[in-house]
Nanobody, 113 residues
Framework: QVRLVESGGGLVQPGGSLRLSCVAS????????MAWFRQAHGKERELVAS????????NYADSVKGRFTISRDNAKKTVYLQMNNLKSEDTAVYYC??????WGQGIQVTVSS
């Protein structure tokens, strides 16, 4: 059974930082492309960042470039999203994704003063 379990979300003030974690199980993690998506209220789900299995090359949405960093630890079967200089428009439910097929349950990130 595939499981993707997110943690690290919450409420943060504008300009603050959070680190999301996603622990994977039930599939072979190392060769799997991983990604973070988000969905704000009333909007479509969008890709935030992705990281490849080979070479760990990364890709980011323009709106988060320079502020967010995606990384992975294959030994821990975990993918991370470090979010710095958070803005109110980053408020959304963040979802971990594996192979563009498997989804986590989502975790709320709220940026507000």
């Amino acid at each position: 059974q595939v499981r993707l379990v997110e943690s690290g979300g919450g409420l943060v003030q504008p300009g603050g930082s959070l680190r999301l974690s996603c622990v994977a199980s039930g599939f072979t993690f190392s060769p799997s492309n991983m990604a973070w998506f988000r969905q704000a209220h009333g909007k479509e789900r969008e890709l935030v960042a992705s990281i490849a299995s080979v070479g760990s090359s990364t890709n980011y949405a323009d709106s988060v470039k320079g502020r967010f960093t995606i990384s992975r630890d294959n030994a821990k079967k975990t993918v991370y999203l470090q979010m710095n200089n958070l803005k109110s428009e980053d408020t959304a439910v963040y979802y971990c994704n594996a192979r563009r097929y498997f989804w986590g349950q989502g975790i709320q990130v709220t940026v507000s003063s």
